[in-house]
């Protein structure tokens, strides 16, 4: 199917959309500020060597030292033994022996920096790729543990074949799983080249220089996204466009060819209503053009999707009114997992249908829509409680939880206790506090709604309250609170 990707960048963000028929079917989101420094590559210089630590500090131009512990020390051994560098295990060769200060170290940042504490590193280089991760310092062929295991002797064999006799190994990632011998020699090609040009900057730059930063959402366009359906890839930046340009021609010829500069008025994901798909991406009722509607709700477990006919009544009968809504659906579901970037276990609820063709029509046409979906998927068939259950891989953090965070005032629960129960609640901490204290007098501050309540219909009950503590209470309307807050002052 025919697609065109479009591009908006600003220097704090980038954003990147799949449009196919006029329709948006992947959306993704990067921000300057939250990109990591994992998988980056230094050339580092080392500033001190702690035996007792068996550690060292090196400095990677960073505002504090990086640390490199013994046990990720790469050194390789006489052929047959295992190398120094094996993650959790103590070389068996001091790091005093192996490294001192003012040397110069080619090193890949294994660990985030935390609070005060510096990036962690190793000297095991190792760049990924879309579909394989090489190692240029090792000769192992390896296939990812997640993929089944009479798959991967057969997978390790046409690597080794393809990778040839040059040096450095692969490891074939889990997506890689259905790659052709002609994607899988592109990536391998591509990393070859990544490689040699991280070893010629490493003769040309001094010490504490960034020789290779994990690609950005922009390069990975170009490598992950771009195919034979891709028409073109619309850059609403001349700065971006001109490096995408030079990344392309380097690396990816054939994609580059379909680059163009967007010089429109309007902006460019107003052209396919983009802003408006993101907005109904985060809402929980997805409406369909025939009435019904889905209901989608993600929690840490699985997400739900739940089918519903709503305001669509069919011209013939019930059973094909059902029919018609849960294969809209079905097409549906499959866009919006992709949009919303939704991985991890998927139970999906179709409405009942009676006749077993009817649901395997509604299956085959989900598997299908399924199928266009390049993050790997597994689905089953219904259940016995009529439920489709299915697995997506998770790629990233799904498009919610990169824009958005926790609601304050509920806590991620999706709703509020009434202000009635917040009322009964303070009653029953006033009782708690009376028997333990005995102030002159208690003040409730909480919200205006909470304190209407206490003023109108519970006023009776409050009465009664301070009557049976003995204690007069008072209210205190505080507009700055969420229902659920409260405070209880002791005077």
Known sequence: MQQDILINWSPQETRVAVVESGAVQELHVERALERGLVGNIYLGKVARVLPGMQSAFIDIGLERAAFLHVADVWHRQPEGEAPYAVKGVTSAMPIEKQLFEGQSLMVQVIKEPIGSKGARLSTQISIAGRLLVFLPQDDHIGVSQKIPQDQRDELRTRLQTLSGPQEGGFILRTNGEDATNAELSEDIAYLRKAWSRIKGASVKLPPQSLLHQDLSLLQRVLRDLVGEGTQTIKVDSREQFDALKAFGSEFMPMATAKLQHYKGERPIFDLYSIDEE????????????????????????????????????????????????????????????????????????????????????????????????????MSGGFSQLGLVEMTRKRTRESLAHVLCEPCSTCQGRGVVKTARSVTYDIFREILREARQFNPREFRIV???????????????????????????????????????????VLL
């Open 278 to 377: 993101i907005a109904k991406a985060l809402a929980r009722r997805v409406e369909l053009k025939s009435g019904g509607y889905l209901i989608i709700d993600q929690t840490e477990a699985l997400t739900t999707v739940d089918v519903n006919t709503g305001g669509f009544v069919g011209t013939r009968n019930f059973d094909d009114t059902i029919f018609k809504t849960n294969l809209e659906a079905a097409q549906a579901i499959a866009r919006q997992l992709r949009l919303r970037n939704l991985g991890g276990i998927i139970i999906v609820d179709f409405i009942d249908m009676v006749r077993e063709d009817h649901r395997e029509a509604v299956l085959g046409e989900f598997r299908k829509q399924l199928a266009r979906d390049r993050v790997k998927t």
């Open 446 to 488: 909480a919200s205006p709604k909470v304190i209407e309540l206490f003023l109108d219909e519970e006023s009776q009950h409050l009465a009664g309250l301070s009557e049976f503590i003995g204690k007069p209470v008072s209210l205190q309307s505080e507009a700055s609170m969420a229902q659920e807050q409260y405070d209880i």
